[in-house]
C-alpha cells in the first residue's frame, strides 16, 4: 500500500502554475488506495518571511485552496507542518549523518543566492526539513513539480546515510511528478515560468474584471490578425491548453496559421482563455467564498489532521532514535 505525502509552502496567493504542477495531482491522488498526507510546510515559510500576521493568513488561505479545489479531509490528511514538532528532531538526526557537499549542490539554493538572496543557515538546510518531512511518514510516493525532484532525491541519499549507520529505519521514497507536459512548466503572463518571485502569475481565484485584467496582460507581439503565424511560437496556447479541450485548441491554431479574414486577434484568443479559466475554476469560488466565512471548519480539518500525522510521526521519530543511540 502506497502512502502519498507532499507539502507546500504557504508564501501568498496559489497560481495557475501551484494548482497545474502539484495541487491538481495531490488532489486526484487521493482517489488512489493508501495513505494521504499533505501539508503546509510554515516552518519553511520561515526562511523568508518575516511578517508573523501574514504567515498566518497564508496558511489558512492555503488551507482554504485545498479544500476549495476538491481535497476530501475524510480521504486524506491535511495539517500544518508545525502542528508535527517532530519532524525538526528527525532533521537533526538527518543533519548529523549528511554531508555538506550534498547540501551545496542544492540548485534551488544555489539559484536563490544567484538571485543576490543573503541566505540564512535554515535556507541552506531547507531539504534536511523538507527530508524529514518526507520520512516521517514512513511516505513511499511523493508527487511534486519538476523543481523539487533534487530534493526528495536527496531525501532518497539522507535515507541511505542513515540506513547505512544504523539499520533499515527509513522507508525510500519515490518521486512522482505530472505526466502531461503542459502542466510540468505553465508560463507566466510574460511567457517564462509562473512564478510568485516574477510577478508574472495567474491567482486561481481570480475572476471577472480582474481577471479580465490580468490575462490582458498575456505579452503578445504586435503582428495583425491577418498575418499567418506559426502557432507553436505562441505561448497563450499553453495558457489556452490547461482550460479548454485539445480540439477546440487546435481549432484556434488552425485559424491563427491560417491567418487571413478569419483569423482572431490576440484579444480573442485571450478571452477565450479567460471564459475557459473562469468556468474551470466555477465550482471553486464558490466553495472558497463559503469556507473564507468559515474560518472554525477550516482549523477542524487541520486539527484533525495533525492530530493522525503527528501519531505517525512519533513512532518512526521513536525509532529512528532508538536506532541511533538515543534512549
Ligand atoms: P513559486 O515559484 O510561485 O514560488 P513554489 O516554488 O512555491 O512556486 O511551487 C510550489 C509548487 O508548485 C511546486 O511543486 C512547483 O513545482 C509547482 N509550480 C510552481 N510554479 C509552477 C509552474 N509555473 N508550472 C508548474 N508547476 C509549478
Ligand atoms: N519544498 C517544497 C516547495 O517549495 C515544499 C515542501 C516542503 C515539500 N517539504 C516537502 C514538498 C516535502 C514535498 C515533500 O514546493
Known amino acids: ?94 543533519a548529523s549523518v549528511t554531508g555538506m557537499g550534498l547540501l551545496e549542490r542544492a540548485h534551488s539554493f544555489k539559484d536563490k543566492v544567484a538571485q543576490g538572496v543573503k541566505p540564512n543557515v535554515g535556507l541552506f538546510t531547507y531539504p534536511i526539513l523538507m527530508a524529514a518531512d518526507i520520512l516521517a511518514y514512513d511516505s513511499t510516493c511523493v508527487p511534486v513539480g519538476k523543481d523539487q525532484i533534487q530534493h526528495v532525491e536527496m531525501t532518497q541519499d539522507m535515507a541511505g546515510y542513515f540506513n547505512q549507520a544504523y539499520g533499515e529505519v527509513f522507508v525510500r521514497p519515490e518521486i512522482r511528478t505530472p505526466k502531461a507536459e503542459k502542466m510540468q512548466k505553465v508560463p507566466g503572463l510574460d511567457g517564462q515560468k509562473m512564478s510568485k518571485s516574477y510577478g508574472n502569475t495567474i491567482w486561481i481565484f481570480e475572476e471577472g474584471k480582474a481577471l479580465k485584467k490580468v490575462i490582458n496582460r498575456v505579452v503578445t507581439d504586435s503582428r495583425p490578425p491577418e498575418e499567418p503565424k506559426d502557432p507553436e511560437e505562441l505561448f497563450l496556447f499553453d495558457l489556452m491548453a490547461l482550460f479548454c479541450d485539445e480540439a477546440e485548441v487546435n481549432d484556434w491554431k488552425d485559424k491563427v496559421r491560417a491567418g487571413g479574414e478569419g483569423a482572431p486577434g490576440y484579444g480573442h484568443l485571450k478571452g477565450v482563455i479567460r471564459h475557459g479559466m473562469e468556468e474551470y475554476f466555477a465550482s471553486a469560488r464558490e466553495r472558497r467564498k463559503e469556507l473564507m466565512a468559515d474560518r472554525g471548519e477550516v482549523e477542524r480539518v487541520l486539527a484533525a489532521g495533525a492530530e493522525k500525522a503527528r501519531a505517525r510521526a512519533t513512532e518512526v521519530r521513536d525509532r529512528a532514535a532508538k536506532a541511533s543511540g538515543l534512549s
Open 1 to 94: 500500500m502506497e502512502t502519498y505525502l507532499s507539502g507546500i509552502q504557504p508564501s501568498g496567493l496559489l497560481h495557475i502554475g501551484n494548482y497545474f504542477g502539484a495541487i491538481r495531482q495531490h488532489i486526484q491522488l487521493q482517489q488512489e488506495d493508501g495513505e494521504h498526507f499533505y501539508f503546509i510546510a510554515d516552518y519553511h515559510a520561515l526562511t523568508s518571511n518575516r511578517e508573523p500576521e501574514k504567515l498566518r493568513e497564508f496558511v489558512f488561505e492555503t488551507a482554504v485552496t485545498y479544500l476549495a479545489l476538491g481535497f476530501e479531509p475524510e480521504k486524506a490528511c491535511l495539517f500544518r507542518q508545525s502542528d508535527v514538532p517532530e519532524v525538526t528532531e528527525i532533521a537533526w538526526l538527518l
